[in-house]
């Protein structure tokens, strides 16, 4: 069975404090995703990786970053946790050699207080 | 730019059928998909259309007009699971990156 895991379901940090989202996939895909969903905004694109240590930007990368190192894990980077970062954060994969639908996480409900 | 839209609400009575349109603006179109996402979960997978047309899929269809930019997907014999956001997302690259629409929440009701 397919399966995407993130590292917490809820996380509560503080204003200035420096985040690290964890995302994992046990189906060998290729092509990862980090997106925010906030209401009334829908899915919104941070960062995407098409294979190890590639990354490239999505529609919103500012004040964050993203890691690479290894095929199954994406991690999301918050370097300075600000209170517009409060979202949900979905991570998802996906084969490349052909176009497939995205698998997602259970997501990660990020407050910053 | 990217502009894909779809009503925010939506609300139908079990066992009835019910539409929810999809259109969209892009740089460029390989596809659409469908998405249901329940309240507290993740999105899963429930469509993709990429000729013109109707795919059929159990009490789901979804519908594609490239030349009007539009899409739509069909709910028969509304049962109170299918209330859910329905998420529909184009697929606009060759990176395999999607864009999506804010999302219809569909309420189902008695």
């Known amino acids: 069975d397919v399966k995407v895991t993130q590292s917490s379901r809820y996380l509560v940090k503080r204003t200035g404090e420096k985040v690290f989202l964890e995302c994992v996939q046990d189906?060998?895909?290729?092509?990862m995703f980090w997106y925010r969903q906030d209401p009334g905004l829908g899915l919104r694109l941070i960062y995407f990786?098409?294979?190890?240590?590639?990354?490239e930007k999505g529609d919103i990368p500012e004040g964050y970053s993203v890691s690479r190192e290894k095929k199954e894990r994406f991690s999301l980077i918050l370097e300075s946790a600000s209170t517009n970062q409060t979202s949900m954060y979905l991570c998802?994969?996906?084969?490349?050699?052909?176009?497939?639908?995205?698998?997602f996480g259970p997501g990660t409900r990020l407050t910053v207080t | 730019g990217q502009n894909i839209d779809q009503p925010t609400e939506m609300t139908a009575t079990e066992g009835a059928i019910v539409q929810i349109n999809c259109t969209y603006q892009?740089?460029?179109?390989?596809?659409l998909f469908w998405y249901q996402q329940h309240a507290g979960e993740a999105p899963t997978f429930l469509s993709y259309?990429?000729?013109?047309g109707l795919e059929e899929k159990g009490r789901f269809s979804s519908f594609l007009s490239r030349s009007k930019g539009y899409s739509y997907l069909l709910l028969k014999e509304l049962q109170m699971k299918d209330s859910a956001s329905y998420l529909c997302?184009?697929?606009?690259?060759?990176?395999?990156?999607?864009?999506f629409g804010d999302g219809t929440t569909l309420t189902v009701k008695p």
């Open positions: 998802a994969s996906s084969p490349s050699s052909a176009v497939y639908e995205q698998y």
């Open positions: 189906m060998d895909h290729e092509n």
């Open positions: 990786s098409y294979d190890v240590k590639m990354k």
């Open positions: 892009t740089s460029g179109f390989n596809g």
């Open positions: 259309n990429v000729l013109d």
């Open positions: 997302a184009v697929d606009n690259t060759n990176a395999g990156k999607s864009t």
